[in-house]
């Protein structure tokens, strides 16, 4: 039986997970089961090494062809096979549409909500605000309601000059 | 290079370390994972990028407010004897303790954080508390991340959120995670069923010292697994809702054991007891586990006069690294039983027979 990661070595560490009534099991062979950890028990966790080798088996290489490579760091597809990591952040463009799909098993969801660095946090609300600005000033227009027109026109002034202040320092 | 071993809480004084609910809860720890912008990560980076990168982070770490007259190394100057050290008490990942070049630690006074530089992620950082704190772990290690935003540029994408090595960090890249100790469950072969019912929430529960069910000492840490489509507050709160539970129902299973079966429970802790006290030799992982007993046997007031720290510092204290450590000679395994086997019985010499009435 050949490992099933780099299917070249024979496989020589068995495991056997059973989750549910679904069994899933893996074959490695010795460097493979050491480059995911296998032989250490206190990293080992089944579940990270089934998604970090699901990512491998699961990132398309059709979507983008197979010799894409990471313009900035020159990572290829052919690497995140063998480690689960990717090169560097850009990379996460680069892989962008061989990703979706596996973030899409991995996480509850593709986007992401919570925490962001402060000055993209404002920014991000700022444009959030004008977004919202704006519609409401299209009901207002609508509903013929031009004071409330007027106001909202002043605001969203205000808020799309915070905006270019910000990308301009 | 300061003296790691003078810088360390010494075992005694960390388990004398009180939390909330810690009789079951025996810590609790957020780690938060962040990238630079524009450099690769850590497992592709070649070494001087490496090396750029921790002159960056470390400097900037190490000039918080929280981490003043911090521990800051970089792992080429530990002996493979103090990284083991560091792993068993919990303050850096195996993989990390096998980097050398380009990779570093930062680590407070009070060991409340620990920053792993260069690990997967250019940086890992993590706050650590005793007992059931993963709420006030968060704040800390949130507080800390906002105040190291200010001097490093994180990659971070609108739609993505940070970005990580591994994919299955990406977004928040928060591992919220606790370490329980549950022998009630375990005697009451309830585990299995918790584990499974805590698995369908997302959430992984992985033996400390071993892979399956059975983990050593009865201890089992459980932790988020998604990062991506939820706040980090949400993931907090469900962590600790998951936590509380378990805590009732580790509560209730030593209540019923020592209702419908005491005698089992007696013959346990008193086997366990009568081993640690009596043996001339004993491995690392029978130690663990009949520990384990003896510190149930605390919990139900089986040994009135003794601390649950003395068992908390033997947990420690009995493991290779820490056993290694107090003798000069390099030390066979056979040969660390022997130690461990004396050290023990020393250490319980005055803890008298489990009182079963």
Redesign the interface.
Known sequence: MLCCVCKEKPATVHLTQI??EKMQKLDLCEECAKAK?IN?????????LM??LG?SQELDPSAAGAELKCP??G?SQA?FKK????????C?RTFAEG?AG??KT?????????????A?RQS?DNVDRLKALQKKLAKAIETEDFETAAQLRDEIKAASSAISVKATK | MKDLHAFLISPAEAAQQRGPHDRIVMSSRVRLAR?L?????P??AKKPERVRVLEIIQPAVSSLPGMADSFAESMDNFTALDKQIL?ERHLI???HAAKSVGSGLVLNREESFCVLINE?DHLRMQALRPGFQIREAWTAI?RL??AL??KLD??????????T????N???GIRVSAMLHLPGLVLSEQINPII?SV?KL?L?V?G????GTEALGNIFQVSN?????????VIVERLEKVVAQIIEHEENARETLLEKKPKVVFNHIGRAYGILANAHSISSKETMNLLSLLRLGVDLGLFPNTQRALVDELFLTTQPAHLQKQVSDKLSAEERDLIRADMVRDRLKNVGRPVTK
């Not at chain 1, 991995?106 to 402060?118: C, L, N």
């Not at chain 2, 400390?208 to 892979?211: A, K, T």
Request: charged residues 25%; glycine residues 14%.
């Open positions: 989750v549910g950890g250490d028990p206190t990293s080992f966790a089944m579940a990270d998604l970090g990512a900035r760091c990572f690497d480690s689960g990591r990717l090169g560097c952040p850009e996460y990703l596996l973030l991995m996480h509850k969801d593709t986007r992401h909500v919570g925490k962001a660095p402060e993209l991000r | 990238n912008r524009g450099a690769s990560f497992g592709w792993v990942s195996r993989e997967e949130d991340d906002s935003e200010k994180y990659a971070f994408d609108n739609e993505l959120g940070y970005l090595a591994c994919p299955t990406l977004g928040t499974q698995n997302g992984a992985r400390l010292y071993g892979e697994q998604m990062t991506l489509g939820e706040s980090e507050t």
